[in-house]
């Protein structure tokens, strides 16, 4: 889900347990990020919600599997990548996304994707959901996991 266009999720997400897996690095892209997720958590009412942090997004898809088999119903995975000099962007942002679909896909649990991938510092600071943002992409990558969670939570009866 991306800025224009979007859908407008109302989700109630009584009794569902949920974990924010979180990178360390960009601490107040970071913080927006998570503060986004929290709050769409909340807005929908989700009964536990925990936040797990990682040391860079690399990390997140194991993270994210382990949370996935200890019986949360959704992860949200956030996490900030911003190009550099050398190619260790392309491999970090290939191997986190790559890993964060086949949590999903492996484990039948919904994986939100919240990992900013961007050219620029100013890039993640707009999609961040801060004062100044453009974008709150923790909150949506909270919304699409509830938003999965919901739908296969129907489907399976």
């Not at 919240?114 to 949506?140: H, I, M, N, V, Y």
């Amino acid at each position: 889900m991306s800025g224009h266009g979007a859908p407008s999720l109302t989700i109630d997400a009584s009794g569902a347990k949920v974990a924010i897996v979180a990178s360390s690095w960009h601490t107040t892209v970071m913080d927006g990020l998570i503060a986004g997720a929290q709050l769409a958590l909340a807005d929908a009412r989700a009964s536990q919600v925990d936040l797990v942090r990682t040391a860079g997004s690399f990390e997140l898809p194991l993270v994210a599997k382990t949370c996935a088999q200890q019986g949360y119903d959704a992860v949200v995975a956030l996490g900030v990548v911003i190009r550099g000099g050398t190619p260790h962007f392309d491999y970090v942002c290939a191997a986190a996304t790559d890993g964060l679909s086949r949590v999903a896909l492996e484990t039948g649990v919904p994986v939100g994707f919240g990992l900013l991938t961007c050219d620029t510092e100013e890039q993640a600071l707009d999609r961040a959901g801060l004062a100044d943002s453009k974008e709150d992409k923790g909150r949506e990558a909270a919304e699409a996991a509830l938003a999965t969670w919901a739908t296969l939570s129907a489907l399976r009866g």
